[in-house]
C-alpha cells in the first residue's frame, strides 16, 4: 500500500526556516496537502494543492511538490508554531487518502 | 462556518460494535463536500477510515473495509460510522472531517470535528 514518510522531529530556533519532508512514490503526481495539530487539538488544514494556503493561516507557510518529496516550510518560525505536522496525498484512481507518519516541530 | 460534532459511547466491549455520529452545523451534509472519518491511536498518527457523499457514493480504507459502514443521514444533517468485531487496536480519537473534494481535485480535509475518544475494554 501507498506510504508517506516524514522525519519524526525537526529542531528550529525562533525566527528561523523551518523545512519538513514528506516522502512518497511519485508524490509530486498526486496534490499533496498538509495539517497542523497542537497538543490534545483537532488538525488544521494549512496547505493544500501542493502550496495554496487557506484562508487565515499565515504567509510564513509554504509548501511545495515534486518528484517523490513534498516540503512544508515555515519561514521566520514562531513558538506558536511548535506542533505535529502531517503530509497527506489523495490517490485519485483508488479514493484513498494516505497520511504521512508525522514529524514534530519544536521551536527552541 | 459549518461545524462538525461527534458522539457515540466511549467504551466499547472487546467484539462489539462501535458506532459514532458526526452531527453537522450552520451547513449542510447534502451540500458538494464529501465527509470523512480519520482516528489516531493514543501518541499516533492519523489514519483514513473512509469517507461518504450525500448521494450514497463511498470510498473505505481498504484494511478496514469487511468492518466498515459509512452512512449519511439527510433528514437529520448528520454522517455515521459503524465498526463491527472491534479490538483494542481499534481504540482511538475519532474524528470527522468535511473533505473539499471536486472531481479528481482534491483541496484537503477543511474543516473537523473536536473528535470522540473510543476506547475497547471489558
Known amino acids: 500500500s501507498y506510504a508517506l514518510t516524514q522525519p519524526p522531529s525537526v529542531s528550529v530556533s525562533p525566527g528561523q526556516t523551518a523545512s519538513i519532508t514528506c516522502s512518497g512514490d511519485?508524490?509530486?503526481?498526486?496534490?499533496a496537502c498538509w495539517y497542523q495539530q497542537k497538543p490534545g487539538q483537532s488538525p488544521v488544514l494549512v496547505i493544500y494543492?501542493?502550496?495554496e494556503r487557506p484562508s487565515g493561516i499565515p504567509e510564513r507557510f509554504s509548501g511545495s511538490n515534486s518528484g517523490n518529496t513534498a516540503t512544508l516550510t515555515i519561514s521566520g518560525t514562531q513558538a506558536m508554531d511548535e506542533a505535529d505536522y502531517y503530509c497527506?496525498?489523495?490517490?485519485?484512481?483508488?479514493?484513498?487518502?494516505?497520511f504521512g507518519t508525522g514529524t514534530k516541530v519544536t521551536v527552541l | 462556518q459549518v461545524q462538525l460534532q461527534e458522539s457515540g459511547p466511549g467504551l466499547v466491549k472487546p467484539s462489539g460494535t462501535l458506532s459514532l455520529t458526526c452531527a453537522v452545523s450552520?451547513?449542510?451534509?447534502?451540500?458538494?463536500?464529501?465527509w470523512s472519518w480519520v482516528r489516531q491511536s493514543p501518541g499516533k498518527g492519523l489514519e483514513w477510515i473512509g469517507e461518504?457523499?450525500?448521494?450514497?457514493?463511498?470510498y473505505y480504507n481498504p484494511s478496514l473495509r469487511s468492518r466498515l459502514t459509512i452512512s449519511v443521514d439527510k433528514s437529520n444533517n448528520q454522517f455515521s460510522l459503524r465498526l463491527t468485531s472491534v479490538t483494542a487496536a481499534d481504540t482511538a480519537l475519532y474524528y470527522c472531517?468535511?473533505?473539499?473534494?471536486?472531481?479528481?481535485?482534491?483541496?484537503?480535509?477543511?474543516?473537523w470535528g473536536q473528535g470522540t475518544m473510543v476506547t475497547v475494554s471489558s
Open positions: 450552520d451547513g449542510s451534509v447534502s451540500s458538494a463536500y464529501w
Open positions: 494543492q501542493n502550496s
Open positions: 497527506q496525498a489523495w490517490d485519485s484512481s483508488t479514493a484513498y487518502y494516505v
Open positions: 511519485k508524490l509530486g503526481n498526486k496534490n
Open positions: 472531517a468535511r473533505v473539499n473534494r471536486k472531481g479528481y481535485f482534491y483541496y484537503g480535509m477543511d474543516v
Open positions: 461518504i457523499y450525500y448521494r450514497g457514493s463511498i
